[in-house]
């Protein structure tokens, strides 16, 4: 449903009720979930979803902009979005869809793309270290952070938790947003960082210098939500500690054990130092964590069992969602398009 009926004067972003922000992520169907995803950005959401406005998508556009599988996008979208509900995000309180099935984000790109400088793509930090690892390069990389600022713009959204690795990308979106409004009339809320807490940090199991995760991580060394029992084991066994034997916290002396030790505080709620006092060897700590992370993933991992038998049923979850993502997305559509001189 695309709206052209006129719908209010474009004079001011919409009021909205003042309790809490509108808090919108994107996550990006690419590789499989892992336990630095849950920690460090599902579980954020999910309780966030009971304090303030939440708007949550699956990026599959900006998964087009290095070489893709396209059977792997299809594949992936469905799979983390299964996996999203599974582990506790509510759908009648967070809106919840795939970004593609939103044809205003990239209308919306289209009218920011004539606002955003081509110097101002290209100082991307991330467009230089991705581009330089590629013979041919997209387009569309270039300009990701312009689609991304319109992922943000268009739900005029308050606060956008982001990694140290996205804040350039929001800062550009800020730059947008406030000279969209300054050339054209106020027209878009100019979004704020959230940043995470550091302790939502997951290292690598096998090398804990690195992140975990699907870019920098190992594979023995990641544990995947949907891993089965005896490979989480395996790879918990099999982790990287530190030289000595007594269990410290100490994160900079003992990576290890202090990932250990961080990865049990964060699935059991307690704090590593306090945790550390409570084990005497290695193979105590690592067991303690094989038993945690079994009480974390193995309801996500039969509630998504469960749903996937259903695919019917999250494939209506997601086009109920993007049907109310319309709703927001349309009006700021129509407010940039007469903002911009292209609508009466
Ligand atoms: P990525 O899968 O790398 O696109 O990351 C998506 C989001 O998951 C990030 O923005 C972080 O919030 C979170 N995340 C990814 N890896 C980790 C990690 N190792 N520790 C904590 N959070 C992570």
Redesign the pocket.
């Known amino acids: 449903m695309t709206r052209t009926a006129p719908l209010t004067e474009p004079t001011a972003p919409p009021a909205r009720p003042t309790t809490g922000g509108r808090r919108l992520t994107g996550?990006?169907p690419t590789?499989r979930l892992?336990l630095?995803?849950l920690?460090?950005?599902i579980r954020p959401i999910i309780a966030g979803q009971y304090r303030a406005e939440t708007i949550v998508f699956l990026a599959d556009l900006h998964a087009l902009t290095v070489a893709h599988q396209p059977n792997e996008v299809r594949t992936r979208t469905l799979e983390q979005a299964t996996t999203l509900l599974a582990a506790g995000l509510d759908p009648d309180r967070t809106t919840f869809y795939v970004q593609s099935q939103v044809s205003e984000h990239t209308e919306l790109h289209y009218l920011l793309e004539c606002t955003a400088g081509y110097g101002e793509a290209h100082r991307m930090i991330q467009f230089k270290e991705k581009s330089a690892a590629q013979e041919h390069v997209r387009l569309s990389l270039l300009s990701y952070p312009v689609l991304m600022a319109a992922d943000i713009l268009l739900h005029q959204a308050d606060e956008v938790?982001?990694?140290a690795d996205?804040s350039q990308h929001l800062e550009l979106t800020r730059t947008v947003a406030q000279r969209f409004n300054a050339r054209y009339g106020p027209t878009f809320v100019v979004p704020r960082a959230v940043y995470?807490t550091v302790s939502?940090?997951?290292?690598d199991l096998a090398d804990p210098t690195r992140?975990?995760?699907?870019?920098n991580?190992t594979a023995l060394g990641t544990i995947f939500l949907l891993d089965p029992p005896e490979v989480i084991r395996r790879k918990v066994t099999r982790a990287v500690t530190d030289p000595g034997r007594s269990v410290e916290y100490d994160p900079r002396g003992r990576p290890g054990v202090a990932n250990l030790l961080e990865i049990l505080a964060a699935a059991v709620g307690a704090a590593p130092t306090t945790l550390a006092a409570d084990y005497r060897s290695y193979a105590q700590l690592k067991h303690a964590v094989v038993e945690a992370l079994d009480g974390l993933l193995r309801p996500i991992r039969l509630r998504h069992a469960e749903l996937a038998r259903d695919p019917g049923y999250v494939r209506r979850v997601l086009a109920e969602g993007a049907e109310r993502a319309r709703e927001n997305a349309a009006e700021t559509v129509y407010r940039a398009k007469r903002a911009i001189g292209l609508l009466d």
């Open positions: 996550l990006q590789g892992h630095g995803n920690l460090g950005a938790p982001v990694g996205q995470p939502a940090r997951v290292m992140k975990m995760g699907k870019t991580g």
